[in-house]
């Protein structure tokens, strides 16, 4: 984490707990060229529950990470995740966690090794929901980040855990796609972050065309999702909240790497929302979280001051109401 986020809180995240479900910790390596010539070796957390949390944690939110870890990969992560300043309730697996190591020595990322995440048994799925359930009832708000891999957890799970925390009044947020995304309708979300690429891929969207977009939001509000956001990559985030439809626009900031800007996008959303702020506040920082990550290399990052300021020049504008 770099070291000025802990200089002051951001208003939105200060004060909140967060549990962030990570199905899928991640040890990453990344191989990079070093500004004298040779080379650089950068050893990380990954997985999009983790990636999440991080930007969390940035924004001032006391995150509570719940994740399966085994072997030496998951010990190392154990360790790496928590120096991030994020708090880790690990549950034990017998197999190793999931790990890939990339070049991008030539300026674009080449997959050297991706070694995909293990299944988890029946006991190891059952200890992973209570020690999430017993963590979620802890936090004022949940994060459900997907799986890296769709063999990795049971789809079911994502329905129970929605399900409980809902009925227990813990609001939760989930960015995910496909079979997960179905399973967490299933048991009610209360905010929902997906992009319109995923949408479009598991056929909940005709096309990228705005009104083929807003008949998806609404088609996700009447199966569970009590607010909707969808990132459209460069183009300017749109919002279904309590039958109004709003455009979320971020400055057009050169992209260094795009990569972890939804899951920045989603923390910002998340700690507004545990914040209780105005969805127009949660777009602000959800776009300026998303805005600042691309600036950087490393999934996920930023300065809270960065963010903070970013917040000033989203513009969010209400489109229709009631749908018309």
């Keep these: 984490m770099d070291s000025d986020t802990d200089d002051h809180a951001s208003?939105?995240?200060?004060?909140?707990?967060?549990?962030?479900?990570?199905?899928?910790?991640?040890?990453t390596v990344t191989v990079e060229a070093a500004p004298n010539g040779g080379n650089e070796l950068h050893v990380h957390p990954g997985g999009q529950g983790f990636w999440i949390g991080r930007m969390a944690a940035i924004l001032g939110m006391d995150v509570h990470l719940c994740g399966p870890f085994g072997g030496e990969p998951g010990g190392i992560l154990v360790d790496l995740i928590r120096r991030e300043g994020l708090t880790v309730h690990p549950v034990a697996t017998a197999r190793d966690n999931g790990s890939y190591i990339h070049d991008r020595r030539a300026?674009?990322?080449?997959?050297v090794v991706d070694v995909p995440p293990p299944t988890l048994t029946r006991h190891e799925t059952d200890d992973l929901f209570s020690a999430s359930l017993a963590a979620g009832m802890a936090a004022d708000v949940a994060i459900l980040g997907g799986p890296h891999c769709d063999e990795a957890v049971p789809v079911e799970l994502y329905t129970r855990l929605c399900s409980?925390?809902?009925?227990?009044?813990?609001?939760?947020?989930?960015?995910?796609?496909?079979?997960?995304?179905?399973?967490?309708?299933?048991?009610?979300?209360?905010?929902?972050?997906?992009?319109?690429?995923?949408?479009?891929?598991c056929g909940r969207a005709a096309s990228e065309d705005l009104d083929d977009l807003i008949e998806a939001?609404?088609?996700?509000?009447?199966?569970?999702?009590?607010?909707?956001?969808?990132?459209?990559?460069?183009?300017?985030?749109?919002?279904?909240?309590?039958?109004?439809?709003?455009?979320?626009?971020?400055?057009?900031?050169k992209p260094v790497d795009h990569r972890g800007a939804g899951d920045s996008m989603t923390a910002g959303?998340?700690?507004?929302?545990?914040?209780?702020?105005?969805?127009?506040?949660?777009?602000?920082?959800?776009?300026?979280?998303?805005?600042?990550?691309?600036?950087?290399?490393?999934?996920?990052?930023?300065?809270r001051?960065?963010?903070?300021?970013?917040?000033?020049?989203?513009q969010v504008r209400r489109l229709r109401r009631d749908g018309a």
């Design 269 to 303: 959303l998340a700690a507004a929302h545990a914040a209780g702020k105005p969805i127009e506040d949660a777009l602000r920082l959800g776009a300026a979280s998303g805005a600042v990550n691309v600036t950087r290399r490393g999934l996920a990052t930023g300065q």
């Design 11 to 27: 208003d939105e995240g200060a004060g909140t707990n967060a549990f962030v479900f990570a199905p899928s910790p991640l040890l």
């Design 217 to 253: 939001m609404k088609s996700l509000h009447e199966e569970g999702a009590g607010s909707v956001v969808i990132s459209r990559a460069a183009d300017p985030a749109i919002a279904l909240h309590q039958g109004e439809v709003w455009e979320v626009e971020a400055p057009p900031v």
């Design 107 to 111: 300026g674009e990322r080449e997959v």
């Design 164 to 201: 409980d925390l809902s009925a227990l009044k813990i609001p939760v947020v989930a960015d995910l796609s496909g079979a997960t995304l179905t399973a967490a309708l299933e048991g009610g979300v209360s905010l929902l972050k997906v992009s319109h690429e995923d949408l479009i891929e």
């Design 305 to 314: 001051q960065a963010v903070e300021r970013m917040v000033e020049n989203v």
